[in-house]
């Protein structure tokens, strides 16, 4: 069998395949013919939902459909916000700088977290973004 031939042997199978499909899909899909169904009601999270009929009064037949009682729905609203910290990476304050840590300790500066006036690398022995540790 030639190149050209299973070249078209496949195209004609998707094709039957994609036929196939969509009369399956026209077939599962809602005729015109007939009465529409009322969707389901829906009701937001959270909020109770409200029962669909009553004991006493029964539907006159199956193919009547009571209507649903009016929902009431109630929006809750919160504030996100995120609460994790991002380290700073920006370089220290020009004015503040610190020798060495017995210096940051003296003026009570002790320990330099990175990002705060005074932090330098230097200053952080095991790189964790704490400088002049205890």
């Given at each position: 069998?030639?190149?050209?031939?299973?070249?078209?042997?496949?195209?004609?199978?998707?094709?039957?395949?994609?036929?196939?499909?969509?009369?399956?899909?026209?077939?599962?899909?809602?005729?015109?013919?007939?009465?529409?169904?009322?969707?389901?009601?829906?009701?937001?999270?959270?909020?109770?939902?409200?029962?669909?009929?009553?004991?006493?009064?029964?539907?006159?037949?199956?193919?009547?459909?009571?209507?649903?009682?009016?929902?009431?729905?109630?929006?809750?609203?919160?504030?996100?916000?995120?609460?994790?910290?991002?380290?700073?990476?920006?370089?220290?304050?020009?004015?503040?700088?610190?020798?060495?840590?017995?210096?940051?300790r003296?003026a009570?500066?002790?320990?330099?977290?990175?990002?705060?006036?005074?932090?330098?690398?230097?200053?952080?022995r095991?790189?964790?973004?704490?400088?002049?540790?205890?």
């Amino acid at each position: 069998m030639g190149l050209l031939a299973r070249i078209a042997a496949v195209s004609i199978g998707v094709l039957i395949a994609f036929v196939a499909l969509g009369a399956g899909l026209e077939a599962c899909s809602p005729s015109d013919d007939g009465p529409r169904q009322p969707l389901p009601a829906t009701t937001a999270p959270g909020a109770s939902t409200p029962p669909t009929g009553s004991p006493e009064t029964p539907p006159a037949s199956d193919s009547e459909v009571p209507e649903p009682p009016a929902e009431t729905v109630t929006e809750t609203v919160t504030d996100a916000q995120s609460t994790t910290a991002e380290p700073e990476t920006s370089s220290p304050a020009p004015d503040v700088y610190y020798d060495n840590c017995d210096e940051a300790r003296a003026a009570g500066a002790a320990p330099l977290f990175v990002g705060e006036p005074g932090y330098r690398p230097e200053l952080d022995r095991n790189r964790d973004g704490v400088a002049c540790e205890e």
